[in-house]
């Protein structure tokens, strides 16, 4: 196993290493100028120049890229000008944000498709199956801000059931001490109900309208794989051999058609984290998204780096999880490995 | 007892809910906290520092003091008050004395403590002042604007007395003293923890040391900044509301429905629409103030392009629909430019054009007839500028000039403008300091600032504007005002198309609204009942 994983991770070496160099050469391709951004209103052409220097975007480019990678080597991502704040700062800030919205999101995501998509495939053809392409075609074609905008305006704005969308806390609330910056797991810790009823409430609205839009390909994926599986084989021994229906589908046949639907869970994890932006926007959730797309509109290039490195080294991590989840899952793929 | 998993499960799941012994949490009252939300935070607590962002302003404004500040007066529709230019009192001074040859003025200053609980003392006048005099970028620039450019201008006495020695007699001194730039720092602090950089920067990026009536609290950049008020606070009457919330709500569809449910107290910078609507709906209460020295024009380019031609730019002029786009842009929150009678001395002021047509035609067909060319705007300004490009491209298509529009990126728009090569943008300049040669120097004279746009030089527009800035009484100041108005109006640089209100939504329970010309909320006169 720990050969596996070491043997994976040198695989990865190299796209790490494109990664550095394509988000380094595509910030300073972008047209924009950083200087004359920062220099505010009213500037002079020398305080322009002056913020260049200061910022070393005088420096040809080969300088500027070792000077990046040396402070990378250091663990330091420079500092972001729109926030003011070391870039390794405010990513420790709002990754977690962002990872705990995305991953609530998925476990009600998870919690509807999964069980939908499944009986969909079993009961081909029914209204369950309808219901099924209903929603998954419902689901992403709604675009995630319409749906923030409409939760927001049913559950807080009409119905008032839903609390402010003031981001991850009420603002009479105050954080719990931090561990893992997963607001519902800290306050857990420092068993702190109300702080964590309060973070639930908050988190509820945004992570529904995450869940809404990443249905149709968890749904659909089921579906598919589980038709695929009950048409195999040792499904029908199974039957021929007087299973119940339940050992057939729950044993059988669905932890067989879980490994497509795991690469797709992690496929649809990562893309969730780095684009829910637009909710982090209407939600005013502090994320890693909306923070690097405020970055890119002032053209400030460490934060995009930061942002585009960490999302890198997320998703090699994320798929390396889910070779070795395929390992627990099917035995087979572990042999293979 | 066994530990099943069964058991665990139930264990994990109630944990929330077991209550933590004797830790119950104290929550401050809602009823002295304001809840401000605001599309962006600030990116610093130092304004003097360079690429600090607009919200900074706000900073500076409520936790430092400045030796002077703008006297409030009654916004004239009501709701609150504005400031006037030349009205001043003293915020750190306690008194001041212009000398008789008028060439420097001293400030005595009040008995105010920093947060620290040292003394304010004319040293951290000094200190602070030099700072912003040296430290470049804006804050430079700004103090020069009031003729405010050297170290050896700023004298200490002693320590409760400070002079400014003027390099020239100008108007602008004492009115930019009173801006969010030259505020005293705790110049004994800032040393202690500059770490070898004489302007402290990094240690006053992230910290206050300053004697100003709130203290920052907490500060989450990009989430939110957390004021609590300074009860030792010397400088005015101490503030009503002991601790201010700044939330930064991306959405202004989320700050509108925030502030219709109640659950916010005030909301600065949402689209027009929304100001229009809430104001319309009454539930809260919009307060308006035109922006002073605020104006949206469209620059048209002097040097290079179709609009040397002095007749294009007045045929553009005779063809805006002024107010069409007052309705469909800014729906109503501003004031028309267009129909000017006799110039006065005011800025802005309405050019003596309107919507006419046949008068624009007949300009072009003697120009040499219909040519096409390109309109640019700030694309972070789109909900505004947007739809007033469509009005504009839809009108001069009538008078056979083609217009394609470009929405260039907020990081790319000064570049752009920089070049002084685009043909039309539409771009809204306001001064801090509200004078009307203050406005001509930085967008239409021969300095060639980049708010320049349209790159006009005029050598007899130049002489008018420095004859009226370092003018010594007021009727010399006037005729040359009105001189330059005139010459303006004729060669139409930018035609100017509105005034724009600066709106603030507040709640009913809010009093004590106080616009200042940095835009930014002054929490020192809020009231909440």
């Known amino acids: 196993m720990l050969g596996l994983i070491i043997a994976r991770l040198k695989t990865t070496i190299p796209s790490i290493l494109g990664v550095i160099i394509v988000t380094f050469l595509l910030t300073r391709v972008l047209p924009g100028d950083t200087a004359a951004y920062f220099a505010g209103p009213a500037a002079t052409p020398q305080a322009i120049a002056e913020i260049r220097g200061k910022l070393g975007l005088d420096q040809p480019l080969p300088v500027q890229f070792v000077s990046y990678v040396s402070a990378l080597v250091k663990g330091d991502l420079g500092q972001s000008l729109t926030t003011g704040q070391p870039v390794t ?5 709002r990754l977690p944000a962002s990872a705990e ?9 998870m919690a509807i498709a999964l069980p939908l998509g499944v009986l969909a495939a079993v009961r081909q053809g029914s209204w369950i199956d309808h219901l099924c392409r209903i929603v998954a075609t419902a689901g992403v074609s709604l675009p995630v801000f319409f749906t923030g905008l409409l939760l927001v305006y049913v559950f807080y704005f009409i119905l008032g059931w839903a609390p402010a969308p003031l981001g991850r806390l009420d603002v009479f609330f105050s954080e719990p001490p931090r561990v893992t910056g997963f607001l519902l797991v800290d306050s857990v810790i420092a068993r702190d109900p109300e702080t964590f009823r309060a973070a639930l409430s908050q988190i509820l609205l945004p992570a529904l309208t995450l869940a809404i839009f990443s249905l149709a390909p968890i749904t659909r994926m089921t579906r598919a794989s589980m038709l695929a599986v009950l048409g195999a084989d040792f499904v029908r021994t199974a039957r021929a051999s007087g299973l119940s229906s339940r ?5 059988y046949a669905f932890r067989n058609a879980m490994l497509p639907v795991v690469t797709t869970l992690g496929m649809v994890f990562s893309f969730l984290l780095g684009a829910n932006v637009l909710v982090e926007k209407v939600f005013a959730w502090p994320g ?6 405020e970055a890119l509109i002032a053209s400030d290039y460490a934060p995009i780096q930061g942002f585009v490195l960490t999302m890198a080294i997320l998703y090699v991590a994320l798929n390396l999880a889910i070779d070795i989840l395929y390992g627990v899952i099917d035995p087979r793929v572990r042999l293979e490995g | 007892m066994a530990i099943t998993r069964r058991a665990a499960i139930a264990g994990g799941l109630a944990a929330p809910f077991v209550m933590r012994q004797g830790a119950s949490a104290q929550a401050p009252s809602r009823s002295e906290t304001l809840l401000l939300v605001q599309e962006y935070g600030p990116n610093s607590l130092d304004m003097q520092g360079i690429g600090s962002s607009q919200p900074v302003n706000g900073v500076a404004l409520n936790c430092y003091d400045r030796l002077l500040r703008f006297k409030p007066v009654p916004i004239p529709g009501g709701g609150g008050h504005q400031v006037a230019m030349g009205e001043l009192e003293g915020e750190l001074a306690e008194s ?12 005595k200053l009040r008995d105010a403590k920093f947060h620290s609980g040292r003394p304010v003392t004319a040293k951290d006048v000094k200190w602070s002042l030099d700072r912003a005099c040296t430290i470049g970028g804006f804050a430079t620039t700004q103090m020069n604007a009031g003729s405010l450019e050297k170290p050896e201008q700023f004298v200490v006495v002693d320590d409760k007395t400070f002079r400014v020695d003027f390099v020239r007699k100008d108007k602008m001194t004492l009115p930019n003293l009173a801006v969010t730039i030259p505020f005293v720092f705790d110049s004994e602090l800032a040393i202690q923890n500059s770490g070898g950089d004489p302007h402290a920067k990094e240690y006053l990026k992230n910290n206050i040391a300053g004697s100003g009536a709130y203290k920052v609290e907490s500060w989450k950049p990009g989430v939110e900044t957390i004021y609590a008020r300074n009860d030792a606070w010397a400088c005015g009457k101490l503030p009503q509301l002991r601790r201010i919330i700044a939330r930064d709500i991306a959405s202004p569809a989320t700050r509108r429905a925030l502030m219709e449910r109640g659950d916010a107290d005030v909301s600065y910078g949402l689209p027009p629409k929304d100001f229009k609507d809430l104001l319309d709906a009454g539930k809260v209460n919009v307060v308006g103030v035109p922006i002073p020295n605020g104006v949206w024009g469209c620059y048209l380019n002097t040097q290079v392009g179709p609009f040397k031609d002095v007749r294009l730019r007045q045929a553009v002029a005779w063809v805006m629909p002024y107010e069409k786009i007052l309705q469909a842009s800014l729906f109503g929150r501003g004031v028309d430019m267009s129909g000017g009678t006799t110039p006065k001395v005011a800025w802005p002021q309405p050019f003596p054009y309107k919507t006419d047509v046949a008068k624009a035609k007949a300009l072009v067909d003697a120009a040499g007839g219909p040519f096409t060319t390109t309109l640019y705007f700030d694309a972070g300004n789109a909900t505004v500028a947007e739809p007033m490009a469509v009005l504009i491209k839809e009108s001069l298509a009538a008078i056979g000039i083609t217009v394609e529009i470009n929405k260039v990126p907020g990081a790319n728009f000064r570049t752009e403008i920089a070049k002084k090569t685009n043909p039309m943008v539409l771009n809204r300049f306001a001064g801090w300091l509200d004078y009307p040669d203050y406005y001509l120097f930085w967008t239409m004279h021969g300095n060639n600032s980049i708010f320049n746009i ?8 130049d002489k008018l504007v420095d004859a009226a800035r370092f003018a010594s009484d007021k009727a010399a100041y006037d005729a040359n005002v009105v001189d330059f108005i005139k010459l303006v109006n004729a060669e139409v640089p930018m035609v100017p198309i509105n005034q724009p209100t600066h709106d603030v939504a507040l709640q009913k329970s809010i009093g004590g609204y106080q616009f200042q010309p940095c835009r930014e909320p002054d929490f020192r006169y809020l009231t909440k009942v």
């Open chain 1, 101 to 109: 919205l995305t991953l609530f999101g998925l476990l009600i995501s």
């Open chain 2, 454 to 461: 349209a790159a006009y030089q005029n050598p007899a527009l």
């Open chain 2, 96 to 107: 001041w004395q212009l000398a008789s040859d008028g060439m420097s003025c001293t400030f």
């Open chain 1, 247 to 251: 050992t057939v589908i729950g044993t």
């Open chain 1, 89 to 93: 700062a405010d990513l420790a800030q």
């Open chain 1, 288 to 293: 890693v998204g909306s923070y690097a797309v």
